[in-house]
């Protein structure tokens, strides 16, 4: 063979092996696509698609540290400073679905309280569809009505109960009427879940039936009206609350009244947050409303940064409260509040001032 023929023959070789080789070649995969966060505006701000899915969510939450002289809800409360920081975490979902939005509320409380952990408290859980809502809230009694004050102790002079399980429908009419029906649950509201037998020594009272809530209001323009009903299945008593609020540009007011059924016992809808060491023991209706309760405050915003509050509350029982405060936000989602309170007790002859100074980011 020839020296040609030989290299002729070996390139020959050489190719087809080559072309074996590039046949088992590895190929890179092509990449996947890559799904952007949709925003997801019908919802209000802060809501976007879950990847995948037709649902929309909403994060946020707030941090909190505050220093607290005294006790506004407790005239023998001489603790002096305590430090209180808390977190919370909120959860929102939206789907669109034929009988509307189909939503879930979920917020999370964590707090440090002087030292001392108080571990988790699922506050809100709640589904809604269709102006139906199941789940644990805050009761409509509280809810519909808006609170008693844009301060933080709002409540001294009792104004409600707040987180329980419930079974609520809420109308609106669209034209300013609203309305509301709640079956809420007779052990579920914390402190105030039962002044029945047993009450003062925190004995749990058989509940063999709901506790009732409904209301019914109408804004138009400036002013509001709203009135709501509670009934406490425990007690077999009850309380009513009524609710004026206006808006005057400069400055916003309300005035609030409520009316207990029986003036001598505590219920649900008309019953204490104060400290029972506050209260004799065998007369616990001292620390409630007695007959009525009111409240009213103004809120006057000094410019787009500053506000300022105050709240004023009495009793039947001769229970005066007074709360005033400053809302400064020196930045967007930052709020730092000193709030001053003064409580005095006349049924045991005793006062109390408060202090708080509450710093809080909010996202």
Known sequence: MSLKSLLLGTAAALAAVSSGHAADAIVAAEPEPLEYVRICDAYGAGYFFIPGTETCLKIGGLVRTEGKWFDAYNPNSHNGTLWHTRAELSLNTATDTEYGPLKTNVLLRWDWQDGGATGTNLKFANISLGGFTVGKLDSQYNLYTGGAGDVINDDVVYDGPYELNQLTYNYDAGNGFTAVVSLEDSNSGGKGASYGAGWWTNDKANHYAPDAVAGAGFKSGAWGFKVVGGYDSIVEEGAVKAR??????????????????????????????????????????LCGWGDWAVWGGVGVPINEKLKWNLQLAYTDAKIFAATTNVKWNPVKNLLIMPEVSYTNFDSVNQDQWAGILRFQRSF
Not at 249 to 263: E, I, K, P, S
Not at 264 to 283: E, F, H, I, Q
Request: glycine share 12%; aromatic share 12%; hydrophobic share 40%.
């Open 244 to 285: 004026v609020d206006a808006d005057f540009g400069v400055f916003t007011a309300f005035l609030m009244g409520g009316w207990n059924t029986d003036g001598k016992k505590l219920n649900k809808y008309a019953g204490t947050n104060l400290n029972r060491s506050a209260c004799p023991a065998d007369r616990a209706d």
